[in-house]
């Protein structure tokens, strides 16, 4: 008897670990993604894109798909669906494991400021002009509209669309993982004076930071937000460790 895995994605981690189970005979497997990427990148288990209608509608889903271990394997700022996971596993009683990488600490050399908000890292920019890098999500630069004196080097995995409404912005659009050498020949080349980022952890987008490190430049940090205390693990070994000595379920081949 297979388990049906539920993995709520859209990281390197979810698709990694969605490799991982490919021809497992313990499990079948299935990954959603939110919809936000326009192309996302190739899955290699079956793949559900679009939201479920909040907590009750992923409940539903839960139930209706016979869905025996539902992870949580979203974006670490994802706080309203990983929220919303947390309250359907609990209503569709399934067991909830959330795949949550450490975040970057700090090190010597780093100028770090963190934040709360991304309105809080438009107000640390401050008043004297500045060239800056933005690696946020395309649905959070909105708010550097109110600090039209800066120069903007903005990265994406898709086109911003319209432009922000500043005078200086620069577009790119790539996906990571992104090599530290690269990300340093990319902060010299635009003369890059602060870096706005979220404190994603993990390697893939960690080149920036260390870039920054030996150039001495300024990482503003939006801090995480609070995540719903479920049970977690850090990395995709940790989850496949899990998986092989889960809880007890009727009929389970994990024991």
């Known amino acids: 008897m297979k388990h049906s895995i539920l993995i709520l994605g859209g990281t390197a ?23 936000r990427t326009r192309a996302p990148a190739e899955q290699p288990v079956p793949v559900r894109v679009g939201g479920f209608g909040g907590v009750e509608g992923l409940a539903a889903y839960i139930r209706e798909k016979g869905i025996s271990i539902l992870i ?16 359907a596993s609990r209503l569709a009683d399934v067991p909830l494991i959330a795949l949550r990488r450490s975040p970057w600490q700090r090190q010597a050399g780093d100028r770090w400021t963190q934040v709360g ?15 800056v890098f933005l690696t946020l999500g395309r649905q959070e630069l ?5 600090a039209p004196r800066h120069h903007y080097l903005i990265r994406s995995v898709d086109p911003v669309e319209p432009p922000l409404n500043i005078p200086h912005a620069v577009y790119l659009t790539s996906r990571g993982p ?15 004076e602060a870096i706005v980022a979220k404190n994603s952890g993990g390697p893939s987008s ?50």
């Open 178 to 192: 992104f090599a530290e050498a690269d990300e340093a020949r990319l902060l010299e080349e635009h003369a890059i």
């Open 142 to 146: 909105l708010p550097f509209e109110a």
């Open 13 to 35: 981690e979810a698709r990694k670990l969605a490799e991982k189970l490919v021809g497992d005979p313990r499990f079948a497997t299935e990954l959603s993604l939110a919809g």
């Open 206 to 255: 960690y080149g920036k930071i260390a870039a920054a490190r030996t150039f001495g430049i300024e990482v503003i940090l939006v801090r995480r937000p609070d995540l719903p205390d479920v049970p977690s693990v850090e990395t995709v070994e940790e989850m496949l460790a899990w998986l092989a000595h889960a809880p007890a379920l009727p009929g389970s081949p994990l024991k």
């Open 117 to 131: 908000s991304v309105g809080e890292a438009v107000e640390a920019l401050g008043s004297v002009p500045r060239t």
């Open 72 to 87: 949580d394997a979203t974006h670490p700022y994802a706080a309203q669906i990983s929220r919303n996971a947390a309250e």
